[in-house]
C-alpha cells in the first residue's frame, strides 16, 4: 500500500469514527496533480462537521501527515483539508449537493473505502 493509501484509510477512519456519512473516495492521481485521493464526507451540523474535522487533523497528524491547509472551519459548512495527495472536503447537506464534487471530479476512479 502507498503512502496516499494510507492517508487515505486513516482519514476514512476518522471520519467512520466521528459517524461521518456518505463518505466517497475518488481517484483523481491519474487525471490531475493536485493530490492522489479526494475524500468526500458528510456531517449533519456544524458541531459534527468541525469533530470530523478534527479526528482527521489529529489522527494524521500523529501518523506524521501535518494538515497543509485548511479552509472553512469556522463557517463548518464546507471543510477543505490539504495534506498535499489526499484532499478532504467534508460538507454540511445543502452544500454537498450544491456543490456536486462527485459529479464535477467523475473522470475519476470511485473506490470503496472499505477496500483501503
Given at each position: 500500500?502507498?503512502?496516499?493509501?494510507?492517508?487515505?484509510?486513516?482519514?476514512?477512519?476518522?471520519?467512520?469514527?466521528?459517524?461521518?456519512?456518505?463518505?466517497?473516495?475518488?481517484?483523481?492521481?491519474?487525471?490531475?496533480?493536485l493530490?492522489?485521493?479526494?475524500?468526500?464526507?458528510?456531517?449533519?451540523?456544524?458541531?459534527?462537521?468541525?469533530?470530523?474535522?478534527?479526528?482527521?487533523?489529529?489522527?494524521?497528524?500523529?501518523?506524521?501527515?501535518?494538515?497543509?491547509?485548511?479552509?472553512?472551519?469556522?463557517?463548518?459548512?464546507?471543510?477543505?483539508?490539504?495534506?498535499?495527495?489526499?484532499?478532504?472536503?467534508?460538507?454540511?447537506?445543502?452544500?454537498?449537493?450544491?456543490?456536486?464534487?462527485?459529479?464535477?471530479?467523475?473522470?475519476?476512479?470511485?473506490i470503496?473505502?472499505?477496500t483501503?
Amino acid at each position: 500500500m502507498n503512502q496516499s493509501a494510507k492517508m487515505a484509510k486513516l482519514v476514512i477512519e476518522a471520519l467512520e469514527e466521528k459517524k461521518a456519512e456518505a463518505i466517497k473516495v475518488i481517484d483523481i492521481s491519474e487525471i490531475s496533480i493536485l493530490a492522489d485521493y479526494f475524500i468526500i464526507a458528510g456531517g449533519t451540523n456544524r458541531s459534527q462537521i468541525q469533530a470530523l474535522c478534527d479526528n482527521v487533523e489529529e489522527r494524521l497528524g500523529k501518523a506524521g501527515y501535518p494538515l497543509k491547509q485548511s479552509e472553512g472551519y469556522d463557517t463548518a459548512n464546507w471543510i477543505l483539508m490539504d495534506f498535499r495527495d489526499v484532499i478532504v472536503h467534508i460538507f454540511d447537506r445543502e452544500n454537498r449537493l450544491l456543490y456536486d464534487l462527485e459529479r464535477i471530479w467523475g473522470d475519476g476512479k470511485t473506490i470503496d473505502p472499505s477496500t483501503l
